[in-house]
């Protein structure tokens, strides 16, 4: 299926401000350029601009890339919270990334902590 993220066991933030009209060819290069390797298929990478509105992952399929783009309504108020640590890639988990595309901050101390075995 194409663009199926459920498939990935790592998910990156690529912190700080991406311009967003970079393409495949210019996030992969990002990618290439924090981590210093390829995208893998067992990865996704999300990257945000300035805006805090719009969101791009960069998934790598067994057959090629895919960019998947989730920009707000512009009726919607609200924005991302995202980490603006400069040059910094984040890893996070399926948890974090559901509180992040839902505008919450990606640490949540008052969340219940499930050890990762049960």
Known sequence: MIGDISMATNIYVITGYTDMRKSLDGLYA???????EEPNKFSIYLFCGKRA?????LL??????????????????????W??????VKSITWK??????????IEQPKALKIPQNL
């Open 30 to 36: 990002l990618v290439v350029d924090k981590l210093n």
């Open 53 to 57: 509105d719009r969101i791009k992952i």
């Open 60 to 81: 790598r399929e067994s057959d090629g890339y895919v960019i998947l783009y989730k920009r707000l309504n512009p009726d919607v108020q609200g924005r991302f919270r």
């Open 83 to 88: 980490p603006r640590n400069t040059f910094e």
């Open 96 to 105: 974090q990334l559901d509180w992040l595309m839902s505008g919450l901050e």
